[in-house]
């Protein structure tokens, strides 16, 4: 007998049926329906407990022991030394250093963070860095060296990045 339509029938499991809890104690899934006597899993709403309730017993959190403080206003920056731009063979004279060129040359990663460039190394090269903070160190070196330095707005809301702020 070859395979035809006529003799194709439908999987078994398309004809499961689905279970009927609380439907008296000959269904398997009557009086507790399937939950078990007593506990938080029991009763109904009780089985989504907020992260870190561990059933009454001393959450672990509780049990360790604080220090410190952390601040959760604290500026993350990316920060960067001249010395990069010293050593980099892909920086040449007259080269303008923003956002846009850091990140295509990999040398941020978080491109949502602000810039902070730091340093008093030597600088050989003329450059244009534009970022959101400088030190004083690092003003100094870029200017004697005959660059110029552009401190950028913080961009984000309501901020555009093309806007400048020249000091």
């Not at 089985?47 to 001393?58: D, L, N, R, W």
């Amino acid at each position: 007998m070859g395979v035809e339509i006529k003799n194709i029938k439908k999987p078994k499991a398309i004809k499961k049926d689905r279970k009927r809890r609380g439907r008296g104690i000959g269904s398997g899934l009557g009086k507790t329906s399937g939950r078990g006597h007593k506990g938080a899993k029991s009763r109904s709403g009780g089985a989504s407990y907020i992260p870190g309730f561990e059933g009454g017993q001393m959450p672990l959190i509780r049990k360790l022991p604080k220090r410190g403080f952390n601040n959760s206003d604290k500026q993350k920056w990316n920060v960067l030394n001249i010395n990069i731009f010293q050593r980099n063979d892909l920086i040449e004279n007259n080269t303008v250093i923003d956002l846009d060129f850091l990140i295509k040359n990999k040398i941020i990663k978080r491109k949502r963070l602000p810039i902070k460039i730091l340093g008093s190394t030597k600088l050989t090269k003329i450059l244009t860095i534009k970022a959101n903070a400088f030190s004083k160190n690092a003003i100094k070196t870029i200017e004697d060296a005959g660059g110029k330095v552009e401190i950028v707005k913080k961009w984000g809301k309501g901020v555009k990045k093309n806007d400048t702020n020249n000091n």
